[in-house]
């Protein structure tokens, strides 16, 4: 089966360094018995949110064929590995439903959507409106006018 891997390494290493993981983690894939088909340093970018305080990374895409049993195994010894601070494993469609092409893969960085509030001035508040104070009401008047209203619902 065709799996892809993508793996972060913090910014914080050198380009050497950033060899030196990558071919320590094509060693634990071999170690393991897959087929690397695609090894590729997509480069470095701004992280989504920070990871163990880190904001950038360099993105390092794998492919390879492998049995399913053995992605435990990898998953496993990636996470005991402290130079990656995320992976991802995922399975691929079948090669001929796909093509025999190797698609070029674009990342692009992070950029945070504006929200409403930022794009508008802030408004000021309304006042609440207040009612128009009430003429009082006097109790013969209301009498009055309920025996009028009685009255004329009696007649049929």
Request: negative net charge; aromatic residues 4%; hydrophobic residues 35%.
């Amino acid at each position: 089966m065709q799996y892809e891997l993508l793996y972060i390494i913090p910014a914080q290493h050198t380009d050497d360094e950033i060899g030196t993981i990558s071919d320590k983690v094509t060693k634990v894939l071999e170690k393991v018995g897959v087929n690397i088909t695609r090894n590729d340093n997509l480069g470095k970018l701004k992280l989504a949110y920070p990871i163990k305080h880190v904001r950038h990374g360099f993105y390092v895409l794998v492919e390879f064929e492998a049995d399913a049993e053995k992605i435990r195994t990898i998953e496993r010894e990636l996470r005991l590995m402290p130079e990656i601070i995320r992976h991802q494993v995922i399975r691929l469609e079948s090669k001929a439903e796909e093509g025999d092409e190797k698609k070029e893969i674009k990342m692009v960085s992070y950029e945070a959507p504006e929200r409403e509030e930022e794009k508008s001035t802030p408004k000021p508040r309304e006042k609440a409106k207040v009612a128009p104070p009430k003429k009082k009401v006097n109790l013969d008047e209301l009498d009055k006018k309920l025996d009028e209203i009685l009255e004329s619902d009696v007649e049929v």
